[in-house]
């Protein structure tokens, strides 16, 4: 009885506010050694292969989850993709402190032709795409909601975004191969964070 009146105590306020969905777009062919991490990056993407048969809202050739701790090469991007974020996200203080960002996965994505991606959302604070391989005529990367974004990337195109946001990938149309490495950012607060963060890779 007492739990039934602390139910109907609850409630959850709705207020209708005006947001803006915000997305980062870069190109790192200006990065100095552009060619040669661009060139590692499809090399141990296509080495790895196809981790997942399938199984994951990505209905094409996938990596295992956690890249960055397997491969430089991916480490290297990942140090790029983080050293952008302040110039997409004003990051605030906690408790005197700036929170440390951290990788919780990192994949890498061969579409083929007739492939593509299910709408979906990611978990985490930011999320990212880095195309390795992106030749003109590729599938689009399509936002839905909050907003709706169509973004027609290129070869060593860069996509930040806020996890929450909703997106997929049509099917692919075209006979070249369209790879892709995605991952997902969160927030790191020491003692607490490593209480419900599985082996981050602090950067």
């Not at 005006?18 to 060619?35: G, P």
């Not at 880095?130 to 990337?153: D, E, S, T, W």
């Not at 790879?179 to 602090?202: M, Q, R």
Request: charged content about 20%; proline content about 3%.
């Amino acid at each position: 009885m007492v739990l039934t009146k602390r139910i109907l105590s609850m409630q959850i306020h709705k207020i209708q506010i005006k947001s803006v969905m915000s997305i980062f777009e870069d190109n790192l062919n200006n990065v100095s050694n552009f060619k040669s991490l661009n060139d590692k990056l499809k090399k141990d993407t296509l080495d790895v292969g196809d981790k997942q048969n399938h199984s994951t809202n990505v209905k094409a050739s996938m990596t295992h989850w956690r890249m960055m701790t397997t491969h430089s090469s991916y480490q290297d991007l990942l140090k790029i993709i983080v050293s952008k974020i302040p110039l997409y996200a004003d990051i605030k203080q906690v408790q005197g402190s700036y929170p440390d960002l951290v990788c919780g996965d990192m994949w890498g994505a061969v579409y083929r032709k007739g492939q593509h991606t299910q709408e979906h959302a990611h978990s985490g604070v930011f999320s990212f795409t880095y195309y390795v391989q992106a030749l003109k005529g590729c599938a689009p990367l399509i936002f839905n909601k909050p907003g709706y974004k169509k973004l027609q990337p290129q070869t060593g195109s860069l996509y930040i975004w806020k996890s929450e946001y909703s997106h997929y990938v049509p099917a692919e149309q075209d006979d070249n191969l369209r790879i892709v490495i995605a991952g997902n950012l969160g927030y790191f607060f020491g003692a607490v964070s490593k209480t419900i963060v599985s082996d981050p890779v602090e950067l």
